[in-house]
């Protein structure tokens, strides 16, 4: 099992800034934790990748936060962040935090958090 904990999301004018954490903790049978990352869901809206990073240092964003977020990992600390400026009013969305786990029998599993909301007014 992975927990993952999330924090930072809330309320902002357009054209601001947020930074959203998340740290996982991994128990039981976890041997080690890959990608991290962060979606998103805004209402009636399928979730969608927001952008996430491997534990070698990849990352990937969406079309729609290319230039404007940005994601980084401490991996010591099984922690992502998601820098996120020049908010828009169409960021707003329940963000998720996501990990990919490999348990000590092999297998690999997706562990999502609970959700951060963020809130952009124009």
């Known amino acids: 099992q992975v927990q993952l904990v999330e924090s930072g999301g809330g309320l902002v004018q357009a054209g601001g800034s947020l930074r959203l954490s998340c740290a996982a903790t991994p128990a039981g049978s976890i041997f080690r934790i890959n990608a991290m990352g962060w979606y998103r869901q805004a209402p009636q809206k399928q979730r969608e990748l927001v952008a996430d990073?491997?534990?070698?240092?990849?990352?990937n964003y969406a079309d729609s936060v290319k230039g404007r977020f940005t994601i980084s990992r401490d991996n010591a600390k099984n922690t992502v962040y998601l820098q996120m400026n020049s908010l828009k009013p169409e960021d707003t969305a329940v963000y998720f935090c996501?990990?990919?786990?490999?348990?000590?029998?092999?297998?690999?599993?997706?562990?999502w958090g609970q959700g951060t909301q963020v809130t952009v007014s124009s």
């Open positions: 996501a990990a990919e786990a490999l348990s000590s029998a092999g297998s690999w599993k997706d562990y």
């Open positions: 990073a491997t534990s070698g240092g990849s990352t």
